[in-house]
């Protein structure tokens, strides 16, 4: 009986080992190469920032396919480096910090800068879901598809690890062949390091940009000075980069001041907004394209309305552009 107990528990034991000494995870993070039509010039050899800013992006979009249409990564990637050139000033390299503020100003989800982190760290970021950014100085990476001896500086994304090959798996923008290309443990932890100008990025801390796409502390943060936060942008579907996102001349902030909405040039009024015009006392509930007369003070008040919350509006616009709905009575 104890023989055969150990033996149970040895197997059990052995058992375990191997689940946790096996561990594999690869979220489904899509690819694309940096230059994704292959030519390596400006901007395209120093979009590695972009490229993985955009992979992960896409990610948190559920983009689905594997590898990112051509068309599309072009066009993404070139919005995100007039994004950084309009809002960072005219930039090649940007460091995690750098990263992050674009993320967190100008992008749905939210980053943040983690400083020395950990193997169990980095593994337990794709463990929930999380891919991540990893700044690194391109000599250690000793990749065999590009000089990274004269590499100062790179970034890619890390999309799983495989704890029986003791590799993480990554997204590599800067070559062709980076779709769920391998680099060793030692690898990551020894090339992990932040942008440093005049080729010093070996000296750089180590950090990772971390990701999640649950905003928190960006949700205050107004990336296009439009009046608006991230919040309230994600809200009313205004862009996150530009002032004025239907081009009307007023801009989101604005807009929706005033009770109309910021992503039709014409004057729509907002749903669910009180309204009224100057000269006459009637309010009204915008509801679902309609406005519909509150019919009493009594009324107004028992619904909980504040007098406050009551926006003027021009009445060509509310008088002649706005069909009347059911009266609120009650």
Known sequence: MKKYLYFTIT????FFTLQTVSAKIELSVPFTSQAPYGKWIPPWDNACEEASTLMIDLYYQNY??????KEIATSKINRLI???????????DNNAEQMAYIINNFLFWEAFVVEDPTLEQLKHEIDIGHPFILPVAGPDLHNPYYDSDNVDYHAFVV???????????????GTSHGLDFRYSYDTIM?????????NQTYKGNKVAVFTTPTISDSKNLDGDKDGLNKEQELKYGSTLFFTDSDGDGYSDGN????????????RTLLDGILVKTPNNPKVYL???????????????????????DIKIVNSSILDKEIISGINISE
Do not use: C
């Open 11 to 14: 197997l059990l034991f052995s």
């Open 64 to 69: 689905g396919a594997s590898t990112i249409d």
């Open 82 to 92: 007039d994004i950084e050139n309009n809002y960072l000033g005219l930039n090649i």
């Open 159 to 173: 999309k799983g690890y495989d704890d029986k090959t003791q590799e993480f798996i990554v997204q590599d923008p």
């Open 190 to 198: 020894t090339a992990m390091h932040d942008f440093l100008p005049k």
């Open 255 to 266: 807009e929706v001041a005033n009770g109309y909405s910021p992503t039709k040039a014409t």
């Open 286 to 308: 915008m509801e679902n394209g309609t406005k519909r007369w509150i019919i009493s003070e009594k009324v107004f008040l028992n619904n909980g309305w504040n007098w406050s």
